[in-house]
């Protein structure tokens, strides 16, 4: 089956790790996790890629039954970054750096060197249930993204402020590493990791903290971090082949890239 099929821009930032989204089946054993912190908070310059080889292949063949997609995505870009056959070293480090629209961004890159722009997938109709086959060239995807410089200061009440990093590719790798239970505990998860200042207090803070803030406070933060996250969200639009029925399906560049 087939069905015709165009790159869309979502009308909503998804790519914020504050959106509220499920975090169910994600139960990975811990390894290797990224530092509970990242103290930068400059845009990561990208690293130099070249095209994947068989090595990278095999990686991505071992680590078939790996759930947390987003340490699996950080690890190929980095062995990508060194010659064939070397282990990923400081260029994990650097990748973990990234923002999770560069770290996409750089996938798109990398599957461009490595296979080409064609892009084949099936996605199903949610009214019928039918697949689709979508065909499409990753060179007609709106990927340009704004860089954001520097940390956030964000109003919080009582003349105070709070001053904040961007989440990167490593905060990402670690809230799927161990699951929250909730939203809300993910939400501060990510804050304790992001948070530098509050008030006249520096950080680092601990979950414990951020999870006594005021909810007022908590929210100004998640919203000052959601606008300013650098956004890579992608739909697809498709007409189903069977009912005719037009839809938008997501295009989640990691989720892809790892299961192909």
Do not use: W
């Not at 995807?141 to 954001?148: C, D, N, Q, S």
């Amino acid at each position: 089956m087939s069905a015709s099929s165009r790159p869309a821009v979502s009308s909503e930032r998804v790519a914020s790790p504050f959106r509220d989204q499920s975090t169910a089946a994600l139960e990975a054993p811990a390894a290797d996790a990224p530092s509970p912190r990242t103290p930068s908070t400059a845009t990561a310059i990208p690293l130099p890629l070249r095209p994947m080889t068989g090595f990278e292949e095999e990686f991505l063949e071992e680590s078939a039954g790996e759930l947390n997609t987003s340490r699996l995505c950080n690890d190929l870009l980095a062995r990508c970054a060194v010659p064939p056959g070397e282990g990923p070293g400081g260029a994990l480090a650097a990748v973990r750096e990234y923002s999770v629209a560069a770290r996409d961004l750089a996938l798109l890159d990398l599957r461009r060197k490595s296979l080409g722009d064609r892009v084949s997938m099936e996605v199903d109709c949610p009214s019928c249930g039918g697949t689709n086959e979508v065909d499409f060239d990753l060179s007609v995807l709106p990927i340009e993204l704004e860089a954001v410089e520097g940390p956030l200061e964000v109003p919080i009440g009582d003349q105070r402020r709070a001053v904040l990093r961007l989440p990167t590719a490593g905060d990402q790798e670690a809230l799927l590493e161990a699951p929250p239970k909730n939203h809300a505990e993910r939400r501060t998860r990510l804050l304790a990791r992001l948070l530098l200042e509050i008030g006249e207090e520096q950080g680092p803070f601990s979950e414990l903290q951020v999870r006594a803030l005021p909810s007022a406070e908590r929210r100004a933060m998640e919203q000052a971090i959601d606008a300013a996250t650098p956004d890579l969200a992608l739909d697809m639009a498709v007409s189903c082949c069977d009912c005719a029925c037009a839809f938008t399906s997501p295009f989640d560049v990691a989720v892809f890239f790892c299961l192909r």
